[in-house]
């Protein structure tokens, strides 16, 4: 079911229950909300015990008092069901609802994410209040949406557990010869009689059996995904046909978001960058990716940002506040990636436990005279200024592959680094290539199509899923240019090594085979050094760290080199052409301005043209999203200093901002350009 609106959403997590003694409150909070443009909140996330205080007695009415004041003052509601963290009767009553940990000792009541997936009788207590939810309000004309539990995580090893996750391990594998010959169980000797002997991986217990960790992380998954699809059911069966949501987190690695979003209608992620740490840049590259993420995870349909926070969190190791313009900048953003809305966490401060301290559009204070909702205010006034923006979406020419079951089993390796593979990095130095060039990029994982991509990279995809080489194959033979790093097609889909060189599948597309790889210490580097009339016409020498693959040529062409050691002169950058396409294998852990240069010259080899005339300073994001024949650019200034910006060669209208004068540090500028008759 597609979720659709006529406007980019404002507003965010609010939790009137908390009030329900002072209605001067809500009225405050209403005209707050009203002021600041908000026009959206998401209702009843940690609401339980007020909506269900004792078993089967549920006290709606307020619930439904709230949600018909902010309708009548034109303010929507995202309705959440409660799941997210249970009331205190439901774990005293039935102890099986609680988590059982690795160490296999069950939770006392209390948190948040402390529930089993599995309980038959969690599982029913959701159900029930779902349903009344649903039969109350799922009509409503107020309420546009559903957002199902709250950043669901976590996992339980119960015996309940244990015995599910047993018959998932039988319709996956059939019989225990096939799971023992999967899971190499004879190292070690592991092997095991039944399906009854296998345990959760545990410190107490098991934990090198790098097949056994893997398939518990999918389990956890499907489990997660189970569930909240019987809270779904659930809200169906009370009769309402909304959209379904769930808010997701930051590069999350309890979850293969890739399955759960299988699950939603619309993905939501909850947004909290650490502006302070760094240069403002290198966050919003950060950010900017993981919006790109969740932007992929639907194959490109609308998301939105859930919660992010007006000033500074509570939770992080030191709370510093958004500098001026940065809450501005965060939350254009989110609209700049694809996003039709900007919300926060939390509407109102609490006055007391966990997060009395968060952020908020309203502090303890109460009044419209502060600097964080002046700021909310800006946001909130061109959020309605950008509202042609709603519905439209953002093509991309360049794929980046994100695969969670591979980065699972890659960081469960146990070589060549046990001390930081670096993952993380090497990807934003990729994203960052492209973004430079003012590239929109999708993150894709293996189970995605790949046809309408120009460029596809393959950075440190250590498990190659059955058919993904034949998938990756077919994309270079038709035209694809493809660009793969060391570390790459090491392992099948139960973590055993592929025999027969690596990487699999691909040595006679990429032209080479992986002979070694050298792990470097911290402290050490080497250097990739262009060898003379390459032909991409690369100049430079860069350096490189932590990883350098040996690869021996077969077929392909060295572009590069490394510069030191007893494998100087070894190609680190090669080329090869296959079928209508071209493959490149990046042997080391290249600095950031590689890929810069690199992916400039790839980009143009591809024929993806140029999205602005001229350079893109440093520091300028442009990103284009695209509806009804009409292209908008979306200029965002995170560097140090304003900047002319590089304008499109066709003519443009400015939407927001001047084109003719400097672009402010933190500040946005947005043109519109009419394709539908050039294109």
Known sequence: ??????????????????????????KQDIAMLKESGCNVVSLGIFSWSTLEPEEGVFCLDWLADVIDQLYENGISVILATPSGARPKWLGDKYPEVLRVNADRHRNLFGGRHNHCYTSPVYREKVARI???????????????????????????????????????????????????????????????????QIESPSPRGEMGLHALNLDWKRFVTDRTADFLRC????????????????????????????????????????????????????????????????????????????????????????????????????????????????????IRQSRGASEKFHGAVIDHYGGSDTRVFREVCQVGET?????????????????????WDSQWAMNDSQGPRNDGLHYHETLLKIYRGFRRQGVNVDLVDMGCALEGYRVLVLPMVYMFKEGFAEKVRAFVEQGGQLVTTYWS?????????????????????????????????????????????????????????????????????????????????????????????????????????????????????????????????????????????????????????????PLPAALVEALYGDPDAELA?????????????AE
């Open 231 to 346: 809270e779904v059911q659930a809200v169906r069966e009370g009769g309402s046909e909304l959209p379904i949501t769930a808010n997701l987190m930051y590069y999350f690695q309890g979850l293969d978001y890739f399955r759960l979003a299988k699950e939603l209608d619309i993905v939501t992620w909850d947004s909290y960058p650490t502006w302070h740490k760094q240069e403002l840049i290198e966050t919003a590259y950060d950010t900017g990716m993981c919006h790109d993420l969740m932007r992929s995870l639907k194959g490109g349909k609308p998301f939105f940002q859930m919660e992010s926070c007006p000033s500074s969190t509570n939770w992080q190791s030191v709370s510093k506040l958004k500098k001026p313009g940065v809450l501005f900048a965060q939350s254009m953003q989110a609209i700049a990636h694809g996003g039709e809305g900007a919300l926060y966490f939390q």
């Open 383 to 403: 959020l309605q200024r950008l509202s042609e923006l709603a519905g439209s979406t953002v093509k991309s020419p360049a794929a980046i592959l994100y695969d």
């Open 489 to 645: 097609g090491i392992a099948d889909d139960t973590d055993r090594c592929y025999l027969g060189g690596t990487p699999h599948g691909l040595m006679d597309v990429l032209g080479i085979r992986s002979t070694e790889v050298d792990g470097l210490y911290d402290w050490e580097e080497n250097e990739l050094v262009p060898v003379a009339e390459n032909e991409l016409g690369l100049s430079r020498t860069y350096r490189c760290k932590y990883l350098c693959d040996l690869p021996e040529l077969r077929g392909a062409k060295t572009l590069m080199t490394y510069g030191r050691d007893f494998y100087a002169g070894y190609p680190v950058l090669t080329e090869h052409g296959y079928g209508k396409g071209t493959a490149w294998y990046v042997a080391a852990d290249a600095e950031r301005e590689f890929y810069a240069d690199f992916l400039k010259l790839v980009l143009k080899r591809a024929g993806v043209p140029e999205t602005v005339c001229g350079e893109i300073p440093d520091g300028l994001e442009v990103t284009t999203r695209e509806k009804d024949g009409v292209r908008y650019y979306l200029y965002q200034n995170f560097g140090t200093r304003p900047v002319r910006v």
């Open 665 to 677: 540090v933190c500040q946005l500028m947005v043109l519109k350009e009419m394709i539908q008759a």
């Open 130 to 196: 779902n349903r009344k939810l649903s039969e109350r309000f799922g009509h409503h004309p107020g309420v546009i949406l559903w957002h199902i539990s709250n950043e669901l995580g976590g996992d339980c090893h119960c015996p309940l557990c244990q015995d599910a996750f047993q018959q998932w391990l039988r319709d996956k594998y059939g019989t225990i010869e096939e799971l023992n010959r999967r899971w190499s169980t004879t190292f070690w000797s592991h092997t095991y009689q039944s399906f009854e």
């Open 1 to 26: 079911m597609d979720f659709k609106t006529t406007k980019l959403l404002h507003g965010g997590d609010y939790n009137p229950e908390q009030w329900l003694g002072r209605p001067d409150i809500l």
